[in-house]
């Protein structure tokens, strides 16, 4: 059975970090990304990586605060966040697409999701 798991999330003071892990079990993927949602609005991409060379890819609002990254002994990707912020709040899902998504942000070019994590930023 294919899964993303993930965890990490939580409540942490502005300007704080956590780091969100996403464990994949039943295959690898060849893109694994992040989006978060927000309430009331859209889920949005955060950040993607290619399992075969780690090229990464980030969203603009990112602004060098997060670094994807994987570990292939675990087949998990993480997610690394610093100088969080309120407006960073929101649900983060890990997806993951069998194929290489040459750099989508798109949430339809994802075939397998996770539960997501809840993180909550406080000011």
């Known amino acids: 059975q294919v899964q993303l798991v993930e965890s990490g999330g939580g409540l942490v003071q502005a300007g704080g970090s956590l780091r969100l892990s996403c464990a994949a079990s039943?295959?690898?993927?060849?893109?694994y990304t992040w989006f978060r949602q927000a309430p009331g609005k859209e889920r949005e991409f955060v950040a993607g990586?290619?399992?075969?060379?780690?090229?990464?890819f980030y969203a603009d609002f990112v602004k060098g605060r997060f670094t994807i990254s994987r570990d292939n002994a675990k087949n998990t990707v993480y997610l690394q966040m610093n100088r969080l912020e309120p407006e960073d709040t929101a649900v983060y899902y890990c997806?993951?697409?069998?194929?290489?998504?040459?750099?989508?942000?798109?949430?339809?070019?994802?075939?397998?999701w996770g539960q997501g994590t809840q993180v909550t930023v406080s000011s």
């Open positions: 997806a993951a697409a069998q194929r290489w998504t040459y750099y989508s942000g798109q949430r339809t070019a994802y075939d397998y």
């Open positions: 039943g295959r690898t993927f060849s893109t």
């Open positions: 990586i290619r399992w075969s060379d780690s090229s990464t």
